[in-house]
């Protein structure tokens, strides 16, 4: 018995994946984040209702959204993760979509699942971790 609890234990731990296998993305750098958001600032006051979205720049490789999903908050690169960085890839927000402006035929992405609406896009968005306490948002990796 104890040896059957060992080998699913084991299968479990050898087929986790990294989070730094996850993070791979030749189009980005992995830029450390460490960033604080106060929700009674002005400039956050968006994030305080369901379904609103806040750029800040200055942050990961084109700046951060940071998106206020209804059950939680999230935190987003703001580069098109298919693209390098550059002054179109940014990422502009659209409700609760994000799109990139380069080409004829821009990318998009859902600011809820990180996952692009557009066929053939290899890369989801680069997601940074959050948290809550009291009103600040810790957007980190």
Not at 12 to 27: K, Q
Not at 28 to 51: C, H, K, R, T, W
């Amino acid at each position: 018995m104890k040896a059957i609890v060992l080998l699913i234990g084991l299968s479990f731990l050898l087929s986790c994946e990294s989070d730094d296998s996850l993070r791979r993305n030749p189009n980005l750098l992995n830029i450390n984040v460490n960033y604080e958001a106060d929700l009674s600032l002005p400039q956050f006051n968006n994030l305080n209702f369901s379904g609103n979205s806040v750029y800040v720049p200055g942050q990961g490789n084109l700046g951060l959204i940071i998106v206020n999903s209804g059950s939680s908050f999230l935190a987003w690169d703001a580069a098109d993760p298919n693209l390098v960085p550059r002054d179109c890839s940014r990422l502009i927000i659209e409700g609760l979509n994000a799109e990139s402006s380069c080409d004829n035929s821009p990318n998009s992405y859902s600011l809820i699942t990180g996952q692009p609406l557009v066929e053939n896009l290899r890369y989801p968005l680069f997601a940074y971790r959050v948290t809550e306490s009291g009103g600040i948002l810790r957007i980190f990796n």
